[in-house]
């Protein structure tokens, strides 16, 4: 075994294959592993050295430096039932957060992580992840993220680990200094193009390398995608700028679909421009949202609350302010958080460090000026769809089938374990638990150095030849005009606000500038570190992710976790749970909306269609854990 | 003779046992201090201070808890200034991280 790991690994790192199949301008590489991660934050790093642990040849190919990924700027924590603050169970933490998600996740998913959470806090902790301690030098837990004791009857529960406030940098490096004791192959900077996909299996990756520009396939039996939300679909987003969805658009193209796509968390103070978020606390300690009459406008709409409103309520009557004229700024497009009526050493002693905060991402100074501030994209609960052990699936004939060779973990994957509404702190949970459980499914499934399927010689070639395609496009329009395009058009009509029309109006639209991606003009021509290239083909990659996010939220004619319309207030369920069940008739399947939305988009057209898949109601193991059935979500 | 061969051997002996004997033996008259205590001290780098740099005492808004333990809850090792979740979201300096 250790010979045939050494020969393969001889193979893919000396020899040079230069295929003369597919094409003749591009120096293209093979390499041949027994899995290939696409993807470095903290789910592909879990998934790159729990595959190579089990003797694997790992590939780990990512378009940015491991400990540069998105995972670095979660400060939070991560929820598990250890019982260290007080008695707990993690079938309360299944609970939570099965009714978190209203009732869209798939309780086996949610009973798999919230089992497995203890477990693996507990070896992280022993990778070496410096969780801050109680007295007893047990892990110290905090109250977050809406968890309760005794099924929601027992009051706070305590749940989060956190490192300081750098839980997800700190993560993030213990996993990549774990992840150097194996030996994984990273491509660093390498962008991630297509799947290779032949007969419905998912063979490897094809991907450019940024630095020389050479093409490289990546051939595997297993492949692994952990790439990502796509929050720079919006305007006003708090993620990277390279949270472009690369893997949900690399799944599309392969003609598979995405799951849940319109469920998109959004928070309603996020600072114009930066798309930092400002915390509630303002508004707590008497701050105040001004519109461009300098109208305390939440009276309006929340006569009692005011600005303490819910969230949503907060988004959304930001939302219609702005589109009702009354927004401020050049293009009327947000509003003002004002704090400048509070007494300043008040605000620096109950909101320390604001100012510098509000001088840096703003420009403002705190006691003269307001924050300008709009509802921002924080979190994608939807991406590619997966069973509870991480493998890819698609529905046919009514039942979910596994796509062979092809996983995926993190942010980028739909488990479903966030459902309609994603809880704080769940989510470093879930990359850490799928992360290991891909790995873990391939162990089981897989021996390391097993044989590869043959693959076509020009497999890949559309990808090269759409490389090519954008190297050298002379449209009229910029890749930054078509970007803002999108994102304006996506703020305006598919944000916290959705109703029947508005949503048409931004599905039209949102056509209309995917047919303008066929008019783009980029300018550098050169193949060694082409950012612009690089950045066009991200830009694809988000415009598929947003069509299919608008379409799949025109399409629902409900109101569920984090996708609220106006005009359908409502959740509608096979039942209706606000009333006893005794006499009432089950709607069928198309009748009702507590289903998964699947969404296919042809990639030349543009055109979206849509599917529906049930959701997975039972647990793993009845007896251990029952399934929670649904119920009115009222906190 | 027999001086001379006690000197050389001593010296064997000297050479596998502590560098300033090296030093000594090499000449090396700077070495003989040990590690680079006495030596020129680094000069400052001379770019110039931008608006936001931070001076030496960076991130006096949150003081440090004595011992890294905070008084109320006892917690060790954990977030420094006030609790991050006491509005709900996790605050740090007024920025709200939802993670």
Redesign the interface.
């Given at each position: 075994m250790a010979s045939v790991r050494a020969a393969s690994r001889l193979l893919s790192k000396r020899t040079l294959f230069k295929s003369k199949a597919i094409s003749t301008q591009y120096p293209v590489v093979d390499h041949e592993f027994d899995a290939v991660v696409v993807g470095a934050g903290g789910a592909g790093l879990r998934a790159a050295f729990g595959l190579s642990e089990a003797g694997f040849n790992t590939a780990c190919v990512t378009k940015l430096f491991p400990t540069r990924s998105h995972t670095v700027?979660?400060?939070?924590?991560i929820n598990a039932a250890l019982g260290n603050m007080e008695e707990d169970d993690w079938r309360w933490h299944f609970y939570d957060t099965v009714k978190g998600s209203d009732w869209l996740g798939d309780q086996d998913a949610i009973h798999y992580m919230t089992e497995q959470a203890p477990a693996a806090v507990v070896e992280l902790e022993n990778f070496g992840m410096?969780?801050?301690?109680?007295?007893d030098g047990k892990i110290?837990q905090?109250?977050?993220g809406g968890q309760s004791l005794k099924y929601g009857k027992g009051g706070q529960a305590h749940r989060?680990c956190?490192?300081?406030?750098r839980?997800?940098h700190s993560l993030l490096h213990t996993l990549y200094g774990r992840s150097l004791r194996y030996d994984t192959s990273y491509f660093v900077e390498y962008f991630a193009l297509d799947l290779l996909m032949e007969n419905g299996e998912c063979k490897g990756v094809i991907a450019l390398c940024m630095e020389d520009g050479s093409i490289h396939r990546f051939r595997a039996n297993n492949t692994v995608i952990a790439t990502g939300g796509y929050g720079r679909t919006y305007f006003s987003c708090t993620s990277a700028h390279t949270s472009t969805g690369d893997g949900n658009a690399m799944v599309t193209r392969a003609g598979l679909p995405c799951q849940d796509l319109e469920f998109v968390q959004f928070?309603p103070?996020g600072i114009y421009g930066a798309g930092?978020?400002?915390?509630?606390?303002?508004r707590?300690e008497g701050g105040i949202l001004i519109n461009s009459e300098g109208e305390r406008f939440m009276e309006r709409y929340a006569p009692n609350a005011k600005d303490l409103a819910s969230r949503d309520v907060v988004s959304r009557s930001m939302t219609i302010e702005i589109r009702e004229g009354r927004g401020v700024g050049p293009d009327k497009d947000h509003v003002y958080l004002q704090l400048h009526h509070l007494p300043p050493q008040q605000l620096a002693a109950?909101?320390?460090?604001?100012?510098?905060?509000?001088m840096?991402?703003a420009g403002v100074d705190v006691t003269k000026e307001p924050i300008p501030v709009l509802p921002t994209v924080?979190?994608n609960m939807g991406g590619i769809p997966t069973n509870y052990k991480g493998q890819v699936i698609t529905h046919e004939n009514g039942k979910d089938k596994v796509v062979p060779g092809l996983y995926a973990c993190g942010e980028a994957a739909s488990a479903s374990v966030h459902g309609a509404n994603r809880l704080?702190?769940n989510?470093?949970l879930d990359l850490v638990v799928f992360g290991r459980a891909c790995a873990l499914t391939i162990a089981e499934e897989h021996k390391p150095g097993e044989k590869l399927s043959p693959l076509k010689p020009n497999a890949g070639e559309e990808s090269v030849s759409n490389l090519d395609k954008l190297r050298y496009a002379n449209g009229s329009l910029r890749t930054s005009e078509i970007r803002l395009n999108m994102q304006k058009t996506m703020q305006a009509h598919a944000a916290v606000f959705r109703t029947g029309a508005v949503l048409k109006e931004g599905c039209n639209k949102m056509d209309a500038i995917y047919t303008t991606l066929e008019d783009i003009k980029t300018f550098d021509r050169g193949i060694v570190w082409n950012t612009d290239l690089v950045e066009t083909l991200e830009l694809q990659n988000l415009m598929l992710n947003a069509v299919q996010t608008i379409h799949s939220a025109e399409q629902r004619k409900e109101s569920r976790g984090a996708h609220a319309r106006e005009d359908f207030k409502d959740r509608i369920d096979e039942y209706d749970y606000s009333k006893p069940l005794q006499g009432q008739e089950k709607k069928t399947f198309d009748q009702h909306w507590r289903k998964h939305t699947l969404s296919y988009v042809d990639p030349k057209s543009g055109k979206v269609t849509l599917e529906y898949r049930p959701v997975i109601d039972n647990s793993l193991d009845e007896q251990d854990c029952a399934h929670v059935p649904p119920a009115i979500r009222s906190y | 003779m027999s001086l001379w061969r006690w000197g050389v051997s001593m010296r064997r002996h000297c050479a596998s046992s502590g560098s300033a004997a090296n030093a000594l033996r090499r000449g090396d008259w700077r070495a003989l201090s040990g590690p680079a205590k006495d030596k020129e001290p680094l000069k400052k780098p001379n770019t110039p201070r931008g608006r936001?740099d931070q001076t030496e005492k960076a991130d006096d808004?949150?003081q440090k808890f004595p011992d890294d333990i905070n008084p109320v809850?006892?917690?060790?090792?954990?977030?420094?200034?006030?609790?991050?979740?006491?509005?709900?979201?996790?605050?740090?300096?007024?920025?709200?991280?939802?993670?």
């Open positions: 700027a979660a400060q939070g924590g410096p969780f801050s301690r109680t007295e110290y905090r109250a977050f989060c956190c490192v300081a406030d839980t997800g928070h103070t930092c978020l400002i915390t509630e606390g303002c707590g109950r909101l320390p460090g604001i100012s510098e905060t509000a840096i991402f924080h979190y704080g702190a989510s470093l | 936001f808004v949150l809850t006892k917690e060790k090792g954990g977030p420094r200034g006030p609790e991050p979740t006491r509005y709900g979201d996790w605050e740090r300096k007024g920025r709200c991280v939802d993670f």
